[in-house]
């Protein structure tokens, strides 16, 4: 079960706008992280705690962010690598985050408005084939950061929230 986990805690730790010169948002979220919060593989499986580790760095030269971090599960722990780039002048983005535990590399593209960026993936879970789609939400606000996966599973039709995790600066 842990290993269904991981595509959805991957690509929450990843996901977070970028411009090619740091804007406010982009400032908020530099740095390391710890966070807290829960986990599951489908969405009426329970609910696993998780915590994690991130640190985010921001590249100069192109304004892309490059996310290094570490989660863990009872018993389980994983590593976690990204990179997003902004598009559209700041108001779309894109990039690609790699778990070699899980499913591995995946691209990811979304929007943000306001405090909230919500990002869209879709991808093909390696041990059963089966079609995954899902979205993350990151939300900025007083210090913290909240960010939630929803997912769907193509043959199951399953839908529904599958983690939820808070953020504070280290």
Not at 73 to 100: C, D, E, H, M, R
Not at 102 to 129: A, D, H, M, Y
Not at 143 to 152: A, N, P, Q
């Amino acid at each position: 079960m842990t290993r269904y986990l991981l595509p959805p805690l991957a690509l929450l730790l990843m996901l977070v706008p970028v411009s090619a010169s740091a804007d406010a948002f982009l400032e908020q979220l530099a740095g390391s992280w710890t966070g807290k919060g829960w986990a599951r593989a489908e969405p009426d499986a329970a609910k696993e705690a998780v915590r994690c580790r991130i640190s985010n760095r921001i590249q100069g030269r192109t304004g892309a962010l490059f996310v290094n971090g570490k989660c863990a599960t009872a018993g389980k722990s994983f590593k976690i690598n990204g990179q997003l780039q902004s598009v559209s002048g700041g108001t779309a983005y894109t990039g690609n985050w790699t778990n070699p535990n899980g499913i591995g590399g995946i691209t990811v593209n979304g929007k943000r408005r306001g405090q909230t960026v919500t990002l869209s993936f879709r991808t093909k879970l390696p041990e059963t084939g089966e079609h995954f789609s899902g979205q993350i939400s990151w939300t900025v606000a007083q210090s913290k950061v909240t960010l939630s996966t929803r997912g769907t599973f193509a043959t199951s039709g399953k839908s529904g929230r599958l983690s939820q995790i808070s953020f504070r600066k280290r």
